[in-house]
């Protein structure tokens, strides 16, 4: 991934939705589907940042977050990478089976897998890439393509 | 942003203002709890000018929700814009909660 934009930033819950924002606004090519960017890219995009901090760094204040989002006329791809050791996607409950309902927490990656089109973790499990593909607009047609909220 | 809390009738409602998320679902925990140690039992959180919530705001809410019941007492949903409501459909929280379109219907039979 070629990206358009890396962020650099503290470990800091408050700036979460800060680069969220810087983000969402370089984002000029998604105007056909402006809530695929408002929802599902938002959310996506929060909760990697939110995962990376509080548990990828385990709220380690002297750790750092990056972000790389490349923008394409087909996609935006965003890449957060945090500092810690990984973990296991692949070990994660289902939040929405009975026994889990009730428990507090374990939406956040089943948010980003349903919002987002694709969700990839690096080997480590401490790099999470989220693709949003765009709407192709065909002459004479409406939008077409990706993941509906 | 942030908590308004009010009382109607024997409910109590907090309207949440901008967004609840993991930075300020703390916040929410504790005003609740603090009514419920004080005996309130009747709760709405109204969203009408929530714009945003994540999965620990979700979260927050579930872990309301039961702690309310264990009391005898219920949490109600009111106003979910499309954009909330779709995030509690996806994650099947629909189905846990009690959800009003609007705060005279979560009113309504509590």
Do not use: W
């Amino acid at each position: 991934m070629a990206p358009d934009l890396i962020l650099d930033i503290p470990n800091d819950l408050s700036s979460i939705e800060e680069a969220v924002d810087f983000v969402m606004q370089r984002c000029t090519s998604c105007g056909e589907d402006p809530r695929r960017l408002r929802l599902n890219l938002r959310v996506g995009l929060a909760e990697a940042l939110a995962n990376a901090m509080l548990y990828g760094n385990a709220r380690d204040p002297s750790k750092r977050v990056k972000v790389e989002v490349a923008f394409q006329d087909s996609a935006i791809t965003a890449r957060v990478t945090d500092e810690g050791t990984g973990f296991d996607p692949l070990s994660l409950p289902d939040p929405t089976c009975p026994a889990n309902l009730l428990k507090a927490n374990g939406r956040g990656i089943f948010l980003m897998r349903k919002l987002l089109d694709e969700v990839h973790f690096n080997d480590r499990g401490n790099s999470v890439t989220l693709v949003l593909r765009l709407p192709r607009v065909l002459p004479d047609e409406g939008p077409e393509g990706g993941a509906k909220a | 942003m942030g908590f308004r809390i009010e009382k109607v009738n024997d409910v109590l409602v907090v309207d949440v203002e901008g967004q609840l998320i993991v930075g300020n679902r703390q916040e929410l925990k504790q005003k609740v709890l603090e009514e419920l140690e004080k005996g309130e039992r009747k709760f709405i959180v109204d969203f009408e000018k929530t714009g945003y919530i994540d999965s620990s705001g979700l979260g927050v809410l579930v872990s309301l929700s039961k702690k309310i019941r264990e009391q005898g007492g219920e949490l109600r949903l009111a106003n979910l814009n499309e954009d909330l409501r779709t995030l509690f459909e996806l994650t099947k929280l629909d189905t846990l909660f009690h959800i009003s379109d609007s705060r005279d219907g979560a009113l309504q039979g509590l």
